[in-house]
């Protein structure tokens, strides 16, 4: 990996600038997030945040909605605006010497967007047709609603919201959200691409500088469920299955022994769970498993879906799969994932998006940048004795099983 320059500062208003320079790139690249996403929803308005993230952008400062539009297209950004459990995210990228008018337009839109009433309703049906197509989607509303039952609310709720509280939010909710979320303090600003880091932080103190600190909104208590099976019925030849188990989080000195494991189950057509389930018993159309989390907390979180006359089988053999990992892994598998992994931080370090997502991410799980040599360093050095030594602290136990189909499906007794 090529050395890597990132250096960060925090204004005294709180806001934090992440950057790192990239010499051998024309563009820039930039993603902002605020602490105002789905989890301070109010609890009987769950959607809130999300038509805030739809609205903010309708008109801001000097443009109405039209104008903000246009002059960002005349820049050449590309852009995403997000919600996610934590945050409301902004990210996009342009020609590097486009960054700083286009940083002064989002000046206008964390500061003094117009929330137009007007456009409210367009807002609120845009989120709801994003709710809507989960329910089209039986992969997606699995993982939805395999989420809502690991995590601890309101964590694990779907960001988007509820579709059944839509109707009760309005626009005052939404404003009142802005206005007790959107602060400097604890938001994160990353920039990444052919940018001078001392040039950026005059045009961030020029832009946010004036952007008053204010008691930050407290974080809702955390509540766990007391379940582990669920089944929602469903009349189709199709099944579909969710499994979880506890993992370490992001941050954790073996989070990447923890991703390896997973890796070896779930990374590419040669891993375990694609291998077993569907190319030798060909019991599944898809199947994976991916390690996620929330600060302080990780999951394994594993999909399947089938034709419901194997449903059964398919669960049990994936259930199998999980727990026989710790009776050994081989040399070949973790070599593997070891270079999926280098291939994937060598195109990581060519997108200046990547980049600037990545280390604004981690300022915010960390509140420190762990660069790209350090993360191959960490990968290499893993060892099957490791992996192994991982996987029987944290073994695939306590799981935490969904269905979606038209009958409820046994867990084996000897298995938790």
Same mark, same amino acid.
């Given at each position: 990996?090529?050395?890597?320059?990132?250096?960060?500062?925090?204004?005294?208003?709180?806001?934090?600038?992440?950057?790192?320079?990239?010499?051998?790139?024309?563009?820039?690249?930039?993603?902002?997030?605020?602490?105002?996403?789905?989890?301070?929803?109010?609890?009987?308005?769950?959607?809130?945040?999300?038509?805030?993230?739809?609205?903010?952008?309708?008109?801001?400062?000097?443009?109405?909605?039209?104008?903000?539009?246009?002059?960002?297209?005349?820049?050449?950004?590309?852009? &995403?605006?997000?919600?996610?459990?934590?945050?409301?995210?902004?990210?996009?990228?342009?020609?590097?010497?486009?960054?700083?008018? %286009?940083?002064?337009?989002?000046?206008?839109?964390?500061?003094?967007? &117009?929330?137009?009433?007007?456009?409210?309703?367009?807002?609120?049906?845009?989120?709801?047709?994003?709710?809507?197509?989960?329910?089209?989607?039986?992969?997606?509303?699995? #993982?939805?609603?395999?989420?809502? &039952?690991?995590?601890?609310?309101?964590?694990?709720?779907?960001?988007?919201?509820?579709?059944?509280?839509?109707?009760?939010?309005?626009?005052?909710?939404?404003?009142?959200?802005?206005?007790?979320?959107?602060?400097?303090?604890?938001?994160?600003?990353?920039?990444?691409?052919?940018?001078?880091?001392?040039?950026?932080?005059?045009?961030?103190?020029?832009?946010?500088?004036?952007?008053?600190?204010?008691? #930050?909104?407290?974080?809702?208590?955390?509540?766990?469920?007391?379940?582990?099976?669920?089944?929602?019925?469903?009349?189709?030849?199709?099944?579909?299955?969710?499994?979880?188990?506890?993992?370490?989080?992001?941050?954790?000195?073996?989070?990447?022994?923890?991703?390896?494991?997973?890796?070896?189950?779930?990374?590419?057509? @040669?891993?375990?769970?694609?291998?077993?389930?569907?190319?030798?018993?060909?019991?599944?159309?898809?199947? @994976?498993?991916?390690?996620?989390?929330?600060?302080?907390?990780?999951?394994?979180?594993?999909?399947?879906?089938?034709?419901?006359?194997?449903?059964?089988?398919?669960?049990?053999?994936?259930?199998?799969?999980?727990?026989?990992?710790?009776?050994?892994?081989?040399?070949?598998?973790?070599?593997?994932?070891?270079?999926?992994?280098?291939?994937?931080?060598?195109?990581?370090?060519?997108?200046? @998006?990547?980049?600037?997502?990545?280390?604004?991410?981690?300022?915010?799980?960390?509140?420190?940048?762990?660069?790209?040599?350090?993360?191959?360093?960490?990968?290499?050095?893993?060892?099957?004795?490791?992996?192994?030594?991982?996987?029987?602290? &944290?073994?695939?136990?306590?799981?935490?099983?969904? %269905?979606?189909?038209?009958?409820?499906?046994?867990?084996?007794?000897?298995?938790?």
């Amino acid at each position: 990996m090529g050395k890597q320059l990132i250096q960060t500062h925090q204004f005294s208003n709180g806001l934090t600038l992440v950057a790192e320079t990239m010499d051998d790139v024309q563009s820039a690249a930039f993603s902002i997030l605020v602490p105002s996403g789905s989890i301070y929803d109010p609890p009987d308005k769950r959607g809130t945040a999300s038509i805030l993230s739809e609205l903010i952008t309708r008109g801001a400062g000097p443009y109405d909605s039209q104008q903000l539009s246009c002059a960002l297209d005349d820049l050449g950004v590309q852009r &995403h605006e997000g919600i996610t459990s934590a945050h409301i995210t902004f990210s996009g990228a342009t020609l590097a010497g486009n960054l700083a008018e %286009t940083l002064k337009i989002y000046g206008e839109i964390l500061k003094h967007p &117009h929330l137009p009433e007007n456009q409210f309703d367009a807002a609120r049906a845009g989120v709801a047709q994003a709710l809507l197509s989960v329910e089209d989607d039986a992969r997606q509303k699995a #993982l939805v609603e395999l989420k809502r &039952h690991s995590f601890p609310a309101p964590w694990g709720l779907p960001s988007d919201g509820e579709l059944e509280h839509l109707q009760f939010i309005t626009i005052d909710d939404v404003r009142t959200l802005y206005e007790n979320c959107f602060h400097p303090n604890e938001t994160i600003i990353g920039v990444a691409g052919n940018v001078d880091f001392e040039q950026v932080k005059q045009v961030i103190e020029e832009l946010f500088g004036d952007w008053k600190t204010s008691s #930050l909104s407290e974080e809702p208590a955390m509540v766990f469920s007391e379940e582990n099976r669920f089944f929602t019925e469903q009349e189709t030849t199709q099944t579909h299955l969710g499994i979880a188990y506890d993992a370490v989080p992001y941050g954790h000195p073996d989070y990447y022994a923890a991703w390896a494991a997973v890796g070896i189950l779930s990374g590419g057509m @040669s891993a375990r769970l694609f291998t077993e389930v569907r190319e030798k018993r060909g019991l599944c159309y898809t199947v @994976s498993a991916s390690l996620t989390g929330m600060p302080g907390l990780g999951r394994v979180l594993c999909y399947a879906g089938t034709t419901s006359e194997r449903a059964q089988e398919t669960l049990d053999v994936t259930l199998h799969e999980l727990t026989r990992l710790g009776d050994g892994i081989e040399e070949s598998e973790l070599e593997r994932c070891k270079a999926r992994a280098k291939s994937s931080l060598i195109m990581s370090q060519e997108s200046t @998006s990547s980049r600037a997502s990545s280390i604004a991410r981690d300022w915010f799980y960390l509140k420190r940048i762990t660069t790209l040599d350090q993360i191959n360093d960490e990968i290499q050095q893993l060892t099957t004795d490791r992996v192994l030594n991982y996987i029987h602290a &944290h073994p695939a136990a306590n799981f935490t099983v969904l %269905t979606i189909g038209p009958q409820p499906l046994e867990v084996p007794s000897d298995i938790s």
